[in-house]
């Protein structure tokens, strides 16, 4: 299907609306939400420590790209492994030999018929409906009942070129009784003010294991916006770990519905900024039925003149009695000129429910690094041991080693840290 918008929005009047269908009620809603929709300021709420002024000056456009090599990306090299680079597939670098147990498919390989029903929103939100609109690509991930998936799944996004938008989705089928592990990574290569406009749908079925972990490395210079929108049905457990790791500006909007009794949902970020950079993570957890859990805990290291925002919600609708839900969000400043904005939140309709949240900002205990250089550590590597204590709570909840050797060792590269 091909949408005309007639858009207002400069920053992607160069763009070609997409051939790729998915459903023609979300097409004719991104089409009406890109014309009526400015670019969010710092007047919105939801946007009101983030600003995206630099975005909007941007003429971008999209070009496929000739990179030849994945040999800094790859995460994991056990794992199936497909690659997207500006939002198109490269069946050259992705290796998706003998894989079982599941099915995978390119989205402008897919007829509407083969996806599930969308839940992510569209109306006022501008970004999705640029997703949805100028969709380059994205992979259906079709994991079917009673599957047990023992190889991590790996999508690879690369961004190449200055100026270039991709517009990827990823859409994940999670089947009753199934279980499966996807690595999602995003990084760059001689790209500058460039962005990726990245949208994960992710329906979790009955009784179902899945879990996402996703590390973000784009180089200083990118843009980075993603949303997870996240259905689960009952019994079901669902992870998520969100390591952000580079990039000039990163927001992650992360959804959850827990549709369904006895879910559990797992919420763990870390966030380690330096330079100018900005992170802003929102996550929203909505409990709409009894005797359910989440757990949610988010971590940051704030450098330099570096900007982190953090915004978590929860929801405990009326009548989802029984409900456990945990928030927490631990920020450490390791200069005077980085800044944090923490706003947990709890919204809560039932009685029976045990719910707390908490924020806390500080800087390294001066007193606990002379006490470890009194006992012949130097002061480098006594405020490396703190920060590796202190992030090592979000990072002891990732099991897969793979990412967190990869973790590391972006982490010992960009910050001279040893996170082990």
């Known amino acids: 299907m091909n949408i005309v918008a007639d858009t207002k929005q400069e920053f992607i009047s160069g763009l070609t609306p997409?051939?790729?269908y998915l459903n023609q009620e979300a097409g004719i809603k991104a089409q009406e939400t890109i014309s009526t929709t400015k670019l969010p300021t710092t007047r919105i709420e939801a946007w009101k420590y983030t600003r995206l002024a630099k975005i909007g000056k941007i003429n971008f456009s999209n070009e496929k790209s000739s990179l030849t090599s994945i040999a800094n990306y790859n995460i994991d090299s056990d794992a199936f492994t497909l690659v997207f680079v500006n939002g198109h597939y490269s069946s050259e670098l992705s290796n998706t030999d003998d894989y079982q147990g599941f099915s995978i498919k390119k989205l402008s390989d897919c007829d509407s018929s083969e996806l599930?029903?969308?839940?992510?929103?569209?109306?006022?939100?501008?970004?999705?409906?640029?997703?949805?609109?100028?969709?380059?690509?994205?992979?259906?991930?079709?994991?079917?009942?009673?599957?047990?998936?023992?190889?991590?799944?790996?999508?690879?996004?690369?961004?190449?070129?200055?100026?270039?938008?991709?517009?990827?989705?990823?859409?994940v089928k999670a089947g009753a009784f199934s279980k499966a592990s996807i690595i999602q990574g995003f990084f760059s290569e001689n790209a500058e003010k460039s962005f990726a406009n990245n949208v994960t749908e992710a329906f979790v079925g009955e009784n179902a294991f899945l879990t996402i972990d996703k590390v973000q490395s784009e180089d200083q210079g990118n843009f980075h916006i993603s949303t997870e929108q996240?259905?689960?049905?009952?019994?079901?457990?669902?992870?998520?770990?969100?390591?952000?790791?580079?990039?000039?500006?990163?927001?992650?909007?992360?959804?959850?519905?827990?549709?369904?009794?006895?879910?559990?949902?797992?919420?763990?970020?870390?966030?380690?900024?330096?330079?100018?950079?900005?992170?802003?993570?929102?996550?929203?957890?909505?409990?709409?039925?009894?005797?359910?859990?989440?757990?949610?805990?988010?971590?940051?290291?704030?450098?330099?003149?570096?900007?982190?925002?953090?915004?978590?919600?929860?929801?405990?609708?009326?009548?989802?009695?029984?409900?456990?839900?945990?928030?927490?969000?631990g920020n450490v400043l390791l200069s005077d000129n980085s800044t944090v904005n923490s706003k947990p939140e709890l919204e809560i309709y039932a009685d029976d429910v045990k719910c707390s949240h908490g924020s806390t900002t500080g800087q390294l205990d001066e007193e606990a690094v002379f006490y470890l250089r009194a006992r012949g550590l130097s002061e480098k590597s006594a405020r490396h041991l703190m920060v590796s204590a202190f992030i090592g709570d979000v990072l002891e909840k990732v099991e897969n080693e793979a990412v967190l050797s990869f973790t590391s060792n972006i982490l010992r590269s960009r910050f001279g840290w040893n996170i082990d």
């Open 230 to 329: 996240i259905d689960q049905e009952k019994d079901s457990t669902f992870t998520i770990n969100t390591l952000t790791l580079n990039g000039s500006l990163v927001r992650n909007n992360l959804n959850i519905n827990v549709n369904g009794q006895n879910c559990t949902s797992n919420l763990n970020g870390a966030y380690l900024l330096k330079e100018k950079q900005h992170v802003d993570n929102h996550t929203v957890v909505d409990h709409k039925v009894p005797n359910c859990e989440s757990n949610e805990l988010y971590k940051g290291v704030i450098d330099d003149q570096s900007t982190a925002v953090f915004n978590g919600k929860v929801f405990v609708r009326k009548d989802a009695q029984k409900i456990n839900a945990f928030q927490s969000n």
């Open 116 to 171: 599930p029903k969308s839940n992510l929103k569209i109306e006022g939100e501008l970004f999705n409906a640029i997703n949805t609109n100028f969709l380059n690509d994205g992979v259906l991930i079709d994991i079917p009942n009673k599957s047990i998936v023992n190889r991590t799944i790996q999508i690879l996004h690369i961004l190449e070129g200055n100026q270039t938008i991709s517009n990827f989705r990823t859409i």
């Open 18 to 20: 997409s051939s790729i």
